[in-house]
């Protein structure tokens, strides 16, 4: 039988801890819904009553859902971020008088992504890395090993490509004025396409973690 020490099982409680902030920060599996009810009920309402309903309606269902995190005492910081990102999109579709436009932050802001990923390879601060590790306290050790940054690399690289993609498939729908199809395409190309990158993102912190343990740039775990 295996015996757990005190030091691993402390070990364990904080890592449990962690992965639930992460969760209730992200807004669990209700905040997955949420996201994309907004964009949804915009789609549906525009159609029906035009660009003010649709636009009317987003925002109700963003403040809607707010409210109802802050009544139930749950975490409401992925609701405010909604509610200011339904806003600004709102924003500029009323001032343009287009509905197509309600997504136009959301296209440019996947290509930004996608070049910001690209160019964080070129000069050798893959995000995927420096971002994981700034967060979980583990500096930048892991630049020290080629193959570790490799790894980060890939992972950052699959962000890119995945950003890239919801950039030209959302900005030929935005082209072709294909409202209804961009809003299946930003709640369909969001957070599976996120669910799959932080799989290359997971993968890359493993086989990073374990190249840096077996050269001796971090300290294996306690048996």
Known sequence: MQITSPQETATAVQTADRKKSALDQA?????????????????????????????????????GIAVQRLMRR???QPALGGVFGVAIAAGVSWYTG???????????????????????????????????????GKG???????RSRIY????TLVLAALFGARFAVQQYLYQADEVGSLGFAKIA????????????????????????????LLPTEQT
């Open 27 to 63: 807004g669990g599996v209700k905040g997955v819904v949420y996201s994309a009810l907004p964009a949804l009920v915009f789609v549906v309402a525009n159609s029906a009553g035009g660009l003010k309903v649709g636009i009317l309606a987003a925002l109700l269902v963003a403040c």
């Open 74 to 76: 749950e975490s409401i």
């Open 98 to 136: 287009s509905a197509k436009d309600f997504f136009l932050i959301g296209i440019w802001a996947s290509l930004a992504g996608a070049v910001a990923f690209v160019l964080s390879v070129a000069l050798r601060w893959p995000l995927a890395g420096l971002i994981w590790n700034s967060t979980t």
């Open 140 to 146: 930048t050790v892991w630049r020290a090993d080629k």
């Open 152 to 155: 980060y690399d890939v992972a």
């Open 189 to 216: 190309m969001g957070y599976p396409l996120l669910a799959v990158g932080l799989l290359a993102v997971a993968w890359a912190v493993r086989a990073s973690d374990n190249r840096l343990k077996a050269v001796g």
